[in-house]
Nanobody, 124 residues
Framework: QVRLVESGGGLVQAGGSLRLSCAASGRAFSNYVMGWFRQAPGKEREFVGVISRYGDTIDYADSVKGRFTISRDNAKNTVYLQMNSLKPEDTAVYYC?????????????????WGQGTQVTVSS
């Protein structure tokens, strides 16, 4: 079992930056592939990015590629989402999730544990 807690959300103007953090407690953090997802009002939850257990492989959604960066610090049991050049369409609740499998996945249904989410609002 692992507990995930996101932080770092807030209100930012278009073109600005935010860094989200997701702190994990419980079993060894390096056992988990970590994903980031987001959900805007009235929309389905969508994949943002995913990082492998030791950070050597990362996959991003096309909508954020080149603007967002995922990283992790296994010593601190934390995964990060650095978001630059933010756009109003990035407004959503952002969730981190942990997957016990080795393969990286874009499917939210394959993730085993979820945080409570943190709101990101980008004003135009």
């Amino acid at each position: 079992q692992v507990r995930l807690v996101e932080s770092g959300g807030g209100l930012v103007q278009a073109g600005g930056s935010l860094r989200l953090s997701c702190a994990a407690s419980g079993r060894a953090f390096s056992n988990y592939v970590m994903g980031w997802f987001r959900q805007a009002p009235g929309k389905e939850r969508e994949f943002v990015g995913v990082i492998s257990r030791y950070g050597d492989t990362i996959d991003y959604a096309d909508s954020v590629k080149g603007r967002f960066t995922i990283s992790r610090d296994n010593a601190k049991n934390t995964v990060y989402l650095q978001m630059n050049s933010l756009k109003p369409e990035d407004t959503a609740v952002y969730y981190c999730a942990a997957d016990t499998r080795i393969a990286l996945s874009r499917l939210s249904t394959l993730y085993d544990y979820w945080g409570q989410g943190t709101q990101v609002t980008v004003s135009s």
